[in-house]
């Protein structure tokens, strides 16, 4: 079944900076989605990666995908309280799979 | 994208009773996912609950534990049987959302507690 490694496992950065949470799969990556998760709350769609190369952005957030689909980064620019949370990477568990799997999670603290 | 209303939102329980816990959609879908969240860990799905058929489980969960009803293709069902505090989670249902591109779209989740 499809493994995510996320890294680091949490992060404290303070208000302002920038920070990159990445994601690295052991199988080719049959797109790569990015959510956020507040704490006790259900998931937020951030975006979704498909193509080898690819790079999205939404706001202060960019999600990239490297040439070999096989690792994910997402990176926060200028930093905000607003931020906080969990951030967590998932892949569909194979080409003809329609089942989600995700990585242990990045928890996040931006401190004012 | 689909919207789901997952209820309850959260519950204390004692141990040995059952949870039933509700997801509806506002569209039709083909599958509906459940997830298991504990404390500090990332998501692991229990079981894809297709409309008309049993649902599939995956290693470590099994049907008697967690019965999941799907009556129809905008509501699903999980229950929590003869629970213990090993079961104080978070769970989520999901359902896989064309408009993500086959990503996911999540219920807000129930917060169980077993004392």
């Known amino acids: 079944s499809q493994e995510l490694e996320q890294s680091p496992q949490s992060l404290i950065v303070q208000e302002g900076k920038n920070l990159t949470i990445n994601c690295t799969s052991s199988?080719?990556?049959?797109?790569l989605y990015w959510y956020k998760q507040k704490y006790g709350e259900g998931l937020i769609f951030l975006m979704m990666?498909?193509?080898?190369?690819e790079e999205k952005s939404h706001e202060k957030i960019t999600a990239k995908l490297d040439e070999k689909k096989q690792q994910s980064s997402l990176h926060i620019t200028a930093s905000q309280p607003s931020h906080a949370g969990i951030y967590l990477c998932?892949?569909?568990?194979?080409?003809?799979?329609?089942?989600?799997?995700f990585g242990a999670g990045t928890r996040l603290t931006v401190k004012p | 994208s689909a919207v789901i209303s997952q209820k309850p939102s959260r519950d204390i329980c004692q141990r040995g009773t059952s949870l039933t816990i509700q997801c509806q959609v506002d569209?039709?879908?083909?599958?509906m996912f459940w997830y298991r969240q504990q404390p500090g860990q990332s998501l692991t799905l229990i079981a894809t609950?297709?409309?008309?058929?049993?649902?599939?489980?995956e290693s470590g969960f099994v049907i008697d534990k967690f019965p999941i009803s799907r009556p129809n293709l905008t509501f699903s069902t999980l229950t929590v049987s003869n629970m213990s505090p090993e079961d104080s989670s978070i769970y989520l249902c999901?359902?896989?959302?064309?408009?993500?591109?086959?990503?996911?779209?999540f219920g807000s989740g129930t917060r169980l507690t077993v004392v």
């Open positions: 999901s359902v896989g959302d064309r408009g993500l591109g086959y990503g996911y779209t």
């Open positions: 199988k080719t990556l049959y797109g």
């Open positions: 990666l498909q193509k080898g190369g």
């Open positions: 998932g892949a569909l568990n194979g080409y003809n799979n329609n089942d989600m799997r």
């Open positions: 569209s039709q879908v083909t599958m």
């Open positions: 609950a297709n409309q008309g058929s049993e649902a599939t489980y």
